[in-house]
Each structure stands twice: as structure tokens, then as C-alpha cells.
């Protein structure tokens, strides 16, 4: 637990020093260390600390393994609830398996991000089955009558509802085609069991409640916005993170919550300041600025502060190597919103930048990333020698983020945002007709139409969602626009409580259209939209529903 304090106070350095000494001798110790190295790979997504978490995971597997009985736990289902031998288990072979487990866990994760073929696939599958079956094991001894709770009881039953209430949340949220597939093997989600497990876990004094309310804060700040319908329960992640940044007024991790916090209710110079603050706060991880630098790219992007939205993008491009394409895709984007007056900061042009995007290409684990490859597709067009220019890509980047949610909650950064759209509509109609006037103006009738609704224009945010499913048949390239208008209006029909002409919406967003750019990300928020639609009334940003219910 010091060597925890030690880096939740930014003392990153002093935290690994304390647990390294004794990784080879303590489960904890070992799997506390392997943690926070694996916590910098995936910031950086740089291939040498992939390598060197996935290496130190191993050797904390490995010592937890001396310590486990013979038969696991995974392998002897019937030792854990039906036999008479739960006494075999000692208190410290118990703690061996939930340590185990979460090594598991971890590794499978980093084998995702560091090999590109399909045996690291099969290889961090069958890790991740392993894991689920040790956690489901685990938790049906604590229901069992004969567990009997050991001298650390605590942080053994905070271990099993971290990794219950963390598989069963994830796996909520997947979409139904994965889910069925993923049944049929032996997994299970529930969104309500995930969410009580995780703050059972948070509330109780063990080793594992910060790991747990760190997931809830993920869950309530980004998760449901980028993957679900932009309905987070931002009350309950004011309510989690107020102990830890009383405790730790300076920890970078906190204050990078709490900026993402005053983003979503709409206090955008708050979450400008606490952005600052983190950075401020500590030298030793970079990455933690570059994580402030993305959301400070978005706060100016919402402010319409282009000249400072291109200034972190640009900071990220040269500092960040997580996607050099979208980070060079944003800097053309920024730059195309400038005025004629406006000069170009490092003497950059947007179309040369647009150029090179294609050519930035990274691949993760076999694939690259959905947005870098929403990127690549939109800067082909400046390809040609007389490039047709894009009408707002910052915008439309922007609710690929889902951040018309985010400026949702501000009425005058709304307002500000459809002044803009509408003089590019302007624009757009000022410009010769070519063969993508059709994609450009229906991309500006899905942003529009959300700042319509948000503003509480209800009837015609409706009519600019039906126009591009009206005008289908004229999209040329933008496929992706056609589904995902069909989910915004199912959202304006939710908010109507108009349920079963949403839920109808969504199955044809499902069923009807494939192949398009972020087809995984709309079917992840189809999939949150139809549980919404299917479940208790919920009442928004401002609903504690969403997260016991």
C-alpha cells in the first residue's frame, strides 16, 4: 500500500524502486510493479515498453505461481463449491489466484498491442478465458457457505469484484453480434452486476478500491461517451474522485479526471485549468501531459479556438507516437478552419499535411486504429491534383469523439458551433456541385441536427437526420453517416420516450448497413442506445440510474 501512495503522489520513480526489490518473493509486489509498467506501455504504445510490461507481467505470473496449489482453481471447479477440500486452500494460495488471475489478464491485453498475427489472437484469448473462469470460480466461493474470510479477506474479495464487475461491465457493452459469439464460449456480461460489484469494490478498504474506482471513473467520463450514448453518470464520478483528490490535491491521475469531469458538465475553462494542473504536477511521465494534451486539443475545439486546438495537435504529432496520422489529420483540420487573415503557425499547409496522412499508417495488433482509419479515408480526397476540400473536418472528428454530447451541456458553445456549421452550409452551397456534394452537405446536416436537438430544437434536428436517410442513394463515399443518423434520431426519440419507433431505428442501423468508416464504434452505441431503450427510464447526465439499475 506505500508503494501506492508513493505513485499515486506522482512519485512514479520511488514507487517502482520500493516494489521492484521484491518482485521475486511477494505477489503483490511483483504484480503492483508489472502494473504500472504495463500502465506506460499502453500511454505510450511504444514497442520497447510493450515489450518490457509484457516481459515483467511474466515474471510476476510466474511468482504468483509459487505460490499456488497444484490443482488451480480454473482446472477444479468442483474443489471450489462441491468438495469437501476447500480447506486445502490456504489463505495465501487463495491470494495466488486472484493474483494470477489479473497477470492473466494484463498479459493478454499486452498480447494484443505487440504481435500482429493471428496466433497472439489465440494465444491472448485463451488467457483471457482462463482469467474469466478463475474470477468466476473465485466469486462462487465467496458465495459459498463454506468460505471462510482469512486475515486479508479485504483485498481477496476486492481482487474477485475487480475482475467481475470488470469482465461483466466490458462485456455489456460489446455489440449483440459479438456477445452471441462470445456466449457460445462461455462469456457472460451483465451491466448492473458490473457496476455494483465495482463500487462495492471502491467503497471497501483494500489494495484493489482505487484500481476499481478508476474503472468506474472511466466508465463514467469516457467509456459511455465515446462507446455508448453520452449519458454518463458524471454525479457518481464527482462523488468517486472527491476523497482521492482531497487526499492527493496534486496527482496527476486525479486531476486528469477531475478536467474531464468539468468538461462534461460544460465548464470548459475549469477543465482547461485542470488539464494545466496535471501537466504541471509532475515531469517524470510525459505521457500523462500527452493525455492532457488530446482533451486540451478537444476543449479548444469546442471553444472554436482553432489556433490553439492546432497548437496541441501539434504537440502530439511530434511528442506521441499512439497515432501520428490522426494527429497530422488534425493539425490540416485545424488549419482549413483558419481565416483568410489568419497566418499559418510553423509556416505548415494544410493540403501538403492531408497529403501525408495516408502514409502515416500504424498497425496495433494486426489492424490499425478505427479513427486513423476514418483519417486516412477522409484526407484521400486531397490526393488529386484539384483537391475538393473538406467542409468541417474538425467537426466531424469531433463527433466521432462524441463531443456534441460534450457541448450538449453549454448552450452558448452550441450556438457557436451551428453559427459555424451554418456558414459552412453557406459555403458549401457558394461552391461548384461536384461528385461529393452530397457526402459534404449531409455531413453538415448530422451536425447540425445535434446541435439542434441539444438546443431543443426538436422538429428540426428530426428533419436534418431524415434528410440523409432520404438522400442514401446520393452518398458516395461517407456510408458511415446513413446508420449513424439513424441512431441520433433514435436518441431524439428516446428523449421523446418514443421507444418502440426507436428501438426500430436501431435494428435497421444494425441489421442494414456494413462496411462503413467506425462501423465497431456506431454498433458499440446501437448496443447502448437498445439497452437504454430496453431498460428503466434514465434522465441523463444528471441520473444516478445508470449506475445501480
Same mark, same amino acid.
Given at each position: 500500500m506505500a508503494a501506492l501512495d508513493l505513485f499515486l503522489s506522482n512519485k512514479f520513480s520511488d514507487a517502482l524502486a520500493s516494489l521492484q526489490a521484491k518482485t521475486k518473493d511477494s505477489m503483490y509486489h511483483a504484480l503492483t510493479y508489472a502494473t504500472i509498467l504495463e500502465m506506460q506501455a499502453m500511454m505510450t504504445f511504444d514497442p520497447q515498453d510493450i515489450m518490457n510490461a509484457g516481459n515483467t507481467m511474466k515474471e510476476a505470473q510466474a511468482t504468483c505461481q509459487k505460490f499456488r496449489k497444484k490443482?488451480?482453481?480454473?482446472?477444479?471447479?468442483?474443489?471450489? !463449491?462441491?468438495?469437501?477440500?476447500? /480447506?486445502?486452500?490456504?489463505?495465501?494460495?487463495?491470494?495466488?489466484?486472484i493474483c494470477y488471475a489479473e497477470c492473466l489478464l494484463q498479459r493478454a491485453a499486452l498480447t494484443f498491442l505487440q504481435d500482429e498475427n493471428m496466433v497472439s489472437f489465440i494465444k491472448g484469448g485463451i488467457k483471457v478465458r482462463n482469467s474469466y473462469q478463475t474470477y468466476r470460480e473465485l466469486d462462487s466461493l465467496i458465495q459459498s457457505p463454506h468460505y471462510v474470510k482469512g486475515e486479508n479477506h479485504l483485498h481477496f474479495e476486492g481482487g474477485v469484484k475487480l475482475g467481475v464487475g470488470a469482465f461483466n461491465l466490458t462485456l455489456s457493452m460489446f455489440p449483440a453480434r459479438i456477445l452471441r459469439l462470445l456466449e457460445f464460449v462461455g462469456f457472460s456480461g451483465n451491466k448492473e452486476r458490473g457496476l455494483l460489484q465495482l463500487q462495492e469494490g471502491a467503497s471497501s478498504y483494500s489494495f484493489r478500491s482505487v484500481l476499481c474506482t478508476m474503472l468506474l471513473l472511466c466508465y463514467h467520463t469516457f467509456m459511455t461517451f465515446v462507446l455508448g450514448t453520452g449519458k454518463g453518470n458524471v454525479e457518481e464520478a464527482e462523488r468517486l474522485l472527491k476523497p482521492y483528490l482531497a487526499r492527493y490535491p496534486k496527482g496527476a491521475i486525479f486531476l486528469f479526471f477531475a478536467g474531464r469531469i468539468e468538461t462534461l458538465k460544460g465548464n470548459i475553462d475549469a477543465a482547461v485549468n485542470r488539464y494545466e494542473e496535471c501537466c504541471e504536477a509532475q515531469q517524470y511521465w510525459k505521457q500523462f501531459h500527452h493525455m492532457c494534451y488530446w482533451e486540451l486539443m478537444w476543449c479548444f475545439t469546442y471553444k472554436r479556438q482553432w489556433k490553439m486546438a492546432f497548437f496541441y495537435a501539434d504537440l502530439l504529432s511530434k511528442e506521441n507516437t499512439w497515432s501520428k496520422a490522426t494527429y497530422i489529420y488534425m493539425k490540416a483540420s485545424y488549419l482549413s478552419m483558419f481565416g483568410p487573415d489568419d497566418c499559418s503557425p510553423f509556416g505548415d499547409n494544410e493540403i501538403e499535411l492531408f497529403r501525408i496522412v495516408p502514409s502515416l499508417k500504424l498497425k496495433i495488433a494486426g489492424k490499425s486504429l478505427p479513427t486513423e482509419k476514418f483519417a486516412?479515408?477522409?484526407?484521400?480526397?486531397? @490526393?488529386?491534383?484539384?483537391?475538393?476540400?473538406?467542409? !468541417?473536418?474538425?467537426? /466531424?472528428?469531433?463527433?466521432?469523439?462524441?463531443?456534441?454530447?460534450? %457541448?450538449?451541456?453549454?448552450?452558448? $458553445?452550441?450556438?457557436?458551433?451551428?453559427?459555424? $456549421?451554418?456558414?459552412?452550409?453557406?459555403?458549401?452551397?457558394?461552391?461548384?456541385?461536384?461528385? +461529393?456534394?452530397?457526402?459534404?452537405?449531409? !455531413?453538415?446536416?448530422?451536425?447540425?441536427? @445535434?446541435? +439542434?436537438?441539444?438546443?431543443?430544437?426538436?422538429?428540426?434536428? /428530426?428533419?436534418?437526420?431524415?434528410?440523409?436517410?432520404?438522400?442514401?442513394?446520393?452518398?458516395?463515399?461517407?456510408?458511415? @453517416?446513413?446508420?449513424?443518423? +439513424?441512431?441520433?434520431?433514435?436518441?431524439?426519440?428516446?428523449?421523446?420516450?418514443?421507444?418502440?419507433?426507436?428501438?426500430?431505428? +436501431?435494428?435497421?442501423?444494425?441489421?442494414?448497413?456494413?462496411?462503413?468508416?467506425?462501423?465497431?464504434?456506431?454498433?458499440?452505441? %446501437?448496443?447502448?442506445?437498445?439497452?437504454?431503450?430496453?431498460?428503466?427510464? /434514465?434522465?441523463?447526465?444528471?441520473?444516478?440510474?445508470?449506475? !445501480?439499475?
Open positions: 490443482s488451480t482453481v480454473a482446472d477444479s471447479i468442483n474443489n471450489l !463449491v462441491h468438495r469437501q477440500s476447500l /480447506e486445502n486452500f490456504t489463505e495465501e494460495e487463495i491470494h495466488a489466484e486516412i479515408r477522409k484526407a484521400r480526397r486531397y @490526393l488529386s491534383s484539384n483537391p475538393v476540400p473538406l467542409p !468541417v473536418p474538425p467537426l /466531424e472528428m469531433m463527433y466521432i469523439w462524441n463531443g456534441y454530447a460534450v %457541448i450538449g451541456q453549454c448552450p452558448n $458553445l452550441t450556438e457557436g458551433m451551428l453559427e459555424t $456549421l451554418i456558414e459552412a452550409e453557406e459555403a458549401l452551397a457558394r461552391s461548384s456541385a461536384t461528385e +461529393l456534394l452530397a457526402d459534404d452537405q449531409c !455531413v453538415i446536416k448530422l451536425l447540425k441536427g @445535434l446541435c +439542434l436537438k441539444h438546443l431543443g430544437k426538436i422538429s428540426e434536428a /428530426e428533419g436534418h437526420f431524415n434528410y440523409i436517410y432520404l438522400n442514401e442513394k446520393k452518398i458516395k463515399y461517407d456510408h458511415y @453517416l446513413i446508420p449513424n443518423a +439513424l441512431l441520433e434520431l433514435a436518441l431524439l426519440y428516446l428523449d421523446q420516450d418514443r421507444r418502440e419507433e426507436a428501438i426500430k431505428l +436501431l435494428e435497421r442501423a444494425k441489421q442494414n448497413y456494413k462496411n462503413y468508416s467506425m462501423e465497431t464504434r456506431t454498433h458499440f452505441r %446501437i448496443q447502448a442506445a437498445l439497452h437504454q431503450a430496453k431498460s428503466a427510464p /434514465e434522465n441523463g447526465m444528471h441520473s444516478g440510474a445508470s449506475a !445501480v439499475s
